[in-house]
């Protein structure tokens, strides 16, 4: 029917018996807005007043069924956590006195990994029933005779039974009368040990040779994890530093970049890499920012002098884009360095007596655990 015939049509309805003067009046703007309804609507569609206006039934009942792009599933698990503690409850079993040495597949495996809730998943290692096909691995760096890059035994390892509560800090009311460790069995890396101790633990880059780090491979095979899969990380963990941020950053930069490595105690980076061999420039920057420091500033009245430093758990997000790239395997965090102004002043507050400090919670870090979710 042409907007012509419609509008004819409404006005010879009106017009027929039956319908009140009142009524005809109350239904007027009806009439009226729909034949502008219906003329905006053929003015959208580009017709003419002549034109005849439908709508195709087939276009409604059968809309497309082929979304792109599309999306495969794999079976297993969804999740992976890793909780970095040597007792039974974590992923590691106890290293060996002179830690791990310094290169790919070298570092403390985990053997067991658990769901997101805590509950076990596999008990057995990589090889074992249960254990996800789509991780490959997971291992720590630990400190020692063994590892070149980073001696100190007790630099970069896990609490002992009485860490936690040794009074090994001075925070402010006097020589060695804090406690700043980690809770037993929890992998830490104490600062004062790792830069204080003889000797200092080397800078890493993210490559093979890292002495402070963990690293997870993941298998690429479509078959266990899809190409258009990626993975978001969430890691549980502690950061202390000895210095406060600096209020003015301008020493943060170099060259109009930024680079943290030249005004804070230390740093930790992320990469992300087709091997474990392979060195490539960071993904994303892990630490800082640190969540507590023990020579704040602008300390309010009564309180004086350094302040107690660590801090609750926290937890940071991010996703390892792996369908971006099918050749993409591995995710490494490493310490990539310290830079205490001061090497005196460290030992003051996280060892006030002597080495070894084992005082994580003064300048150092903390790592909980860390789940892996398919997404």
Not at 183 to 203: K, L
Not at 294 to 319: C, E, H, R, Y
Not at 328 to 346: E, G, H, M, Y
């Amino acid at each position: 029917m042409t907007i012509k015939k419609l509008s004819k049509k409404l006005r010879s309805l009106f017009r027929q018996r039956g319908f009140s003067k009142t009524l005809r009046r109350s239904l007027r703007p009806l009439a009226v807005g729909l034949s502008v309804s219906v003329v905006s609507f053929a003015i959208l569609q580009g017709c003419t007043p002549n034109s005849t206006v439908s709508l195709s039934a087939n276009a409604i009942s059968n809309p497309s069924a082929s979304p792109s792009p599309s999306y495969s599933a794999t079976g297993g698990a969804k999740a992976v956590k890793i909780i970095f503690s040597d007792t039974s409850s974590g992923s590691f079993n106890p290293p060996s006195s002179g830690g791990t040495v310094a290169a790919p597949g070298s570092g403390l495996q985990a053997v067991r990994v658990f769901n997101p809730d805590g509950t076990v998943l596999a008990s057995n290692g990589p090889t074992g029933s249960n254990w996800p096909a789509w991780l490959a691995g997971f291992e720590l760096g630990i400190s020692g005779t063994s590892n070149t890059s980073a001696k100190n035994p007790y630099c970069a390892t896990f609490a002992g039974s009485t860490e936690s509560t040794d009074l090994s800090c001075n925070f402010g009311s006097g020589s060695g009368t804090s406690a700043c460790g980690a809770p037993p069995g929890q992998f830490r890396i104490s600062e004062v040990d790792c830069s204080a101790g003889a000797p200092a633990a080397s800078s890493g880059n993210g490559g093979p040779s890292d002495g402070i780090y963990f690293r997870a491979t993941f298998s690429r095979d479509p078959s266990v994890l899809a190409l258009n899969e990626n993975i978001l990380v969430v890691l549980e963990y502690t950061a202390s530093a000895l210095n406060p941020a600096p209020s003015n950053p301008v020493n943060c930069f170099t060259g109009g970049a930024f680079t943290p490595e030249a005004c804070t105690d230390f740093v930790w980076r992320t990469y992300i890499k087709h091997s474990a061999s392979e060195i490539v420039q960071p993904f994303l920057m892990l630490i800082p920012p640190t969540f507590s420091s023990v020579l704040v500033t602008n300390i309010p009245s009564p309180l004086v002098g350094p302040q107690g430093s660590g801090t609750g758990v926290a937890a940071k997000q991010f996703i390892v884009p792996l369908a971006s790239d099918s050749g993409i395997k591995v995710l490494q965090v490493t310490r990539k360095q310290s830079a205490f102004p001061d090497i005196n002043t460290l030992k003051s507050y996280c060892s006030p007596g002597s080495l070894p400090g084992n005082s994580p919670l003064c300048a150092g870090v903390v790592l909980y655990s860390i789940t892996f979710y398919r997404i």
